[in-house]
């Protein structure tokens, strides 16, 4: 099927934006938004979808017979190019991180077993030279690298940010991965302080991603993410903030991405980080599956 035709069907563009209202905004002055990528779509993660629209318009226009990609066995980015793959019905092969794994070591993986996608198991030292097995052909293939980071990635964050454009905001927060999505974000909202929250220790890798982008660093801010949660790992006080901003709003947020940002977010307004009158959108990017 013809992806924009894809998107028309199954997608809820654009996203809503929605006030948050908290006695706190009101008591410091200020006004937050949220941009709901996470209801975009149910299992195609918010700021997935973005990233790889561009992909498959390539895989489209010339004619590729197959997808190649990597992830680890928990990657937002790998499930939700499973699913869009096999509705597509484009051949996938997914080269994931830890050869100790098969595809019943989690119901990610299996699910994606189910789907008809291509696993293949490769050790931590191979995956990070990011290796493509020996008996999979490249031929004809689009790869798309590791959480859809590269040119094409960063371009199709275009459709976020033209979202948001006309809506006067002078602040804007978002979690960030790979960078993809910030560096987005930072290159087509020149006018608007970006704000990253790390949700790795991967500061001088965005930075170095910042450049091999051409994105100018003038309008970012990067933050260090305030608890040490590993993947897979729980933090109490976060989980507990997760799960009290849901019932607070009625919007579902992750410990990893959202979570770690929004709550980040909540240090800076307490510490009267934002001037009065300050406009502010918190990006929800999903990961919610
Ligand atoms: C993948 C993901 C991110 C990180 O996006 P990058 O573009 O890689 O920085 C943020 N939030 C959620 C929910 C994700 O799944």
């Excluded at 960078?179 to 929250?197: D, E, F, H, S």
């Excluded at 909540?266 to 934002?274: A, Q, S, T």
Aim: proline content about 3%; charged content about 20%; some cysteine.
């Amino acid at each position: 099927m013809d992806i924009q035709s894809f998107e028309k069907l199954h997608f809820n563009l654009p996203s809503p934006i929605q006030p948050l209202e908290d006695e706190l905004f009101v008591q410091k002055n200020i006004k937050v938004f949220m941009k709901r990528d996470d209801l975009i779509h149910p299992i195609v993660s918010g700021n997935k979808w973005r990233k790889l629209k561009d992909y498959l318009l390539i895989a489209q226009k010339d004619q590729i017979k197959g997808i190649i990609s990597f992830g680890g066995a928990y990657s937002n980015h790998i499930f939700a190019l499973g699913y869009v793959c096999k509705e597509l019905m484009i051949p996938l092969h997914l080269i994931i991180r830890g050869d100790e794994l098969t595809h019943t070591s989690n119901s990610y993986l299996t699910q994606l077993h189910d789907w008809g996608i291509h696993l293949y198991f490769i050790s931590r030292e191979n995956y990070q030279k990011k290796i493509i097995p020996g008996g999979l052909s490249t031929t004809n293939k689009l790869i798309i690298p590791e959480g859809g980071f590269s040119h094409e990635g960063v371009h199709s964050i275009q459709s976020l940010a033209n979202e948001i454009i006309d809506l006067s905001f002078q602040e804007l927060f978002v979690s960030v991965g790979t960078g993809t999505t910030l560096l987005g974000l930072a290159k087509y909202l020149p006018t608007i302080n970006i704000n990253g929250v790390l949700s790795l220790s991967n500061r001088a890798e965005i930075e170095n991603n910042a450049s091999l982008m051409e994105v100018e660093w003038s309008n970012i801010k990067l933050f260090e993410k305030k608890f040490g949660m590993k993947y897979g790992k729980k933090n109490t006080e976060l989980e507990e903030f997760c799960i009290h901003f849901q019932h607070k709003f009625q919007i579902a947020i992750e410990p990893i991405y959202t979570g770690t940002m929004i709550f980040k977010f909540y240090e800076l307004v307490k510490n009267n980080y934002f001037k009065p009158e300050t406009k502010i959108v918190l990006i929800h990017s999903g990961g919610i599956k």
